[in-house]
């Protein structure tokens, strides 16, 4: 196919707001939900106090709290309590009642903040690996989305969910895809049922847009750990739909979340123009991949505030390109990490660091350029916070945020010996380091376990439901 007749992102994928999702009688039958005590402790008020005693390195993200851009303590403690960081330091009482936890030798920080994922789409892992963004999106995302009923989509996302959390992800961005009600309320159930914090970007057509204030108000708002963005696609072609979802957004509070200039052919669709023209340019749109940006658009970019989503390993197994990333950091555009669903396999954070650091080293031969170790950290963590308008609640473990706390174990062949921890992180860092996630205080993986979560159970139903979408074929 020529560049000139290349399909849209939004030709491709809008349709799917009005094709039928498999729903059928499964629908309405509830699928397995998490334990006894897991549900429990995703409950507001049922964090215990908990203190993480003895950590040999702390990054807390914080300069004003330890040493440098990373805020870099030794041998310190971190005192949770009521979902909240109370206390970070050397030698912390613990109260009555606390629970210790002895991470002495270990490395502390903040959960990872992944803000562009699709996790429905661990439902296509690995597929249509030889083909660029439009042939995968035509070839294995379009066609599998229409086949998932709401109980499949359920166990595709907690699977999804479940490894993000254990690989050390606490707040994920998710870009859904217009389903229905129904679906939407499996998705959300499942991501909640999870234990992590999320929020829900939801996409539907203009004709279907009343969707987005019931859901929110129904399923998002009464959820402690959830919150809410309107999902678009930018092009001239729609503007005036976009201009009426960018006021939705503005309606509900709402940051604005979109793909733009992914592939190269994505430029003939004009989406900085379109957005410009919807009154949805600034603060409070987060841009997605952004890969393909002129000088022109960067500075825009950073004249209105904008934020971006740097999604490397999706970029690179789509053949899509390499974001500007030193020319948007330079304009002090904020910008964060993604994995981006399907196309990036797995949930591995580590992965996504190492890589945006590659491939702006092996782009301009030169190991000093944007983003170095401490800034892909940063990227990680905190600067996905401030992407999403987050910062004030999470991302660094500041006294009186949110407890949302990963530890990591170098105690292992990949990781030791020690010689620079803080480069070892990205360099070295897998999933299997993370020995404990904490999300509002609560502890989600425990040990390098996820708590009252039967994994085994959790795959078996997720090849169930890629079983139905095969017979659906």
């Keep these: 196919m020529t560049q000139s007749s290349k399909p849209s992102r939004r030709s491709v994928l809008v349709g799917l707001g009005s094709a039928p999702l498999m729903m059928g009688a499964s629908a309405s039958a509830a699928p397995s939900g998490p334990g006894p005590e897991l549900q429990r402790a995703g409950r507001p008020g049922h964090a215990p106090t908990t203190l993480l005693r003895g950590a040999e390195l702390l990054l807390t993200m914080d ?29 912390l009482s613990a109260p009555p009642g606390t629970r210790v936890v002895d991470v002495s030798g270990r490395m502390v920080l903040p959960g990872f903040v992944d803000i562009h994922n699709h996790l429905w789409q661990s439902s296509i892992r690995g597929g249509c690996a030889g083909q660029d963004l439009y042939g995968w999106l035509g070839s294995c995302n379009s066609t599998t989305l229409s086949r998932i009923d709401a109980q499949d989509m359920y166990r595709f996302v907690r699977l999804a969910a479940l490894d993000a959390l254990q690989a050390g992800v606490t707040t994920v961005v998710d870009w859904v895809h217009p389903i229905p009600f129904g679906t939407s309320e499996r998705y959300i159930r499942a991501l ?13 057509r203009a004709s279907t847009a009343d969707l987005i204030h019931r859901v929110k108000r129904e399923l998002l708002d009464p959820l402690p750990l959830a919150s809410a963005q309107v999902a678009v696609h930018a092009g001239m072609a729609a503007v005036d739909e ?13 940051m604005l979340n979109s793909h733009v200039l992914e592939h190269h052919s994505d430029r003939g669709d004009d989406p900085i123009r379109s957005l410009r023209q919807a009154g949805a340019f600034g603060p409070d749109l987060l841009m997605n991949h952004a890969i393909h940006l002129t000088d022109d658009e960067i500075a825009l970019a950073a004249d209105h505030d904008v934020r971006v989503a740097h999604c490397p390993l999706s970029n690179m197994r789509l053949a899509s390109g390499i974001i500007r990333l030193p020319a948007l950091h330079a304009r002090g555009v904020k910008a964060g990490l993604g994995h981006d669903g399907g196309t990036n396999d797995t949930s591995d954070m580590f992965s996504v ?73 990205v360099l070295n860092g897998q ?36 079983s139905h979408v095969r017979d659906r074929t």
């Design 192 to 204: 909640d049922d999870s234990g992590l914090r999320f929020v829900y970007a939801m996409m539907q």
């Design 63 to 91: 300069p004003a709290i330890g040493e440098g851009t990373l805020g870099t303590l030794h041998r310190a403690d971190v005192l949770m309590r009521h979902g909240k960081i109370a206390a970070v330091g050397r030698r």
């Design 431 to 466: 999933p299997t380091n993370v020995s404990h996630v904490f999300v509002d205080g609560r502890m989600r993986k425990a040990h390098g376990a996820l708590v009252d979560v039967d994994t085994d159970t959790v795959v078996a139903e997720a090849e169930l439901a890629a």
């Design 242 to 254: 976009l201009r009426r979802l960018s006021g939705i957004a503005r309606d509900l509070g709402v």
């Design 353 to 425: 660091m190492k890589a945006a650091v590659g491939l702006q080293r092996a782009l301009h031969r030169d190991p000093g350029v944007h983003p170095t170790i401490p800034a892909v950290l940063r990227m990680a963590t905190l600067g996905g916070a401030e992407c999403v308008g987050m910062a004030d609640r999470i991302g660094s473990l500041t006294p009186g945020k949110r407890a949302d706390v990963v530890v990591l174990d170098p105690d292992t062949l990949n990781f030791a010996p020690r010689f620079d921890w803080i480069s070892q992180i």
